[in-house]
């Protein structure tokens, strides 16, 4: 249960993922002070799913060089196999029937934003946004509606308020955070 947005704005070529800090299990819920949203090196995510997932991407994740000029490739493999890795060794990885499950989160890499579902297939929209998260269809609905002209951050924060405002499973505060760089 959450609510994490990210948006790609045209104007500074950056990516901007927010997220909420409910913790939730069954019907009841915990307001967190650790973030679902966090920066490894020049990548930015936002994570849904499980918090002992965001503490191995945040702390134990090392995102391997990049190796190739396909960003998509990039992410399909290298980094997908590091993510795979690193969830196996940190015993969050889930096996049954020969297949591997993880869980669901935002990637931002300079003007890139990715998705990586609990089958670890990784997804790029052809808008500049995506969400996940059970406040996720709230999100982005409102990011829709929302004028082109709006500050990025408001729009986001927005978001977050609509999702809030229809699911229980999302909660002040929100946080926002940006790629540092900008893509050459």
Known sequence: MTCIV?????????VFI???????????VT?????KIFHN?????????SFRMIQLLQFSLVPP?????????YMCTSFIDAVRLCFDKGGYIQKKDGT?????????????????????QVAETTNNMDS?????????????????TMETEDKIKKALETAAFFSAGVREPFYIISTKMESK
């Open 65 to 73: 060089p990049i190796g190739c000029t396909d960003m998509y490739e």
């Open 18 to 28: 927010g997220g909420d800090s409910a913790g939730v299990s069954d019907y009841d």
């Open 41 to 49: 090196q020049d990548f930015i995510f936002g994570c849904t799913s």
């Open 6 to 14: 990210g948006y790609l704005d045209h104007k500074t070529n950056k």
């Open 31 to 35: 307001i967190r002070r650790d973030k």
């Open 100 to 120: 591997e499950n993880g869980g669901t989160f935002l990637v931002g890499f300079e003007n890139r934003l990715f998705r990586i579902d609990s089958d670890f």
């Open 132 to 148: 996940v998260g059970c406040g996720s269809s709230y999100a982005l609905g409102c990011l829709y509606a929302l004028p082109e």
